[in-house]
């Protein structure tokens, strides 16, 4: 691929990703304006009490991961999103109470430990879910951003 295939290419990916971005934020804010907050179902990684995750300097990762998604879900509803915070080790379990509770979307958040070589973020999505490739995409690239 040529210098000039390449940024051809990455112009018009650019341009999806703000296509995919107004139209997400367009249908938030439609949302928004009916009455109706997009439900945010937020999983601090891991458990207290039987795999506390990473461990390190005195913290666990429990621990950190919990005090992230509390300060997480203030933020979202601090500006109009509802929000449910749910700590468990079972993954079956945390997906079950998510379905239940009717999430828009489900965000698990965990803190994991460093080699030496480690860097940066990991962003998954379920493999059929193409607005949640667009959201990992378009979050894994903020990531690098700040």
Known sequence: MTRDEYNA???????????NTQLALTELYESILEGKAMKIFINPGHCIDSDSGAVGFGLTEAEVAMQIAKRVSH?????????????????????????YWDA???????????????RGTETFYFHNSVEGENLALLTFGDCHKI
């Open 104 to 118: 828009d979307l489900f965000v698990s958040i965990h803190c994991n430990a460093f080699n030496g070589a480690a």
């Open 9 to 19: 290419l990455r112009a018009e990916l650019l341009e999806t990703e703000l296509t």
């Open 75 to 99: 933020y979202l509803a601090a500006v109009g999103y509802k929000t449910k915070v749910f700590q468990y080790d079972g993954l079956e379990e945390i997906v079950d109470v998510s379905n």
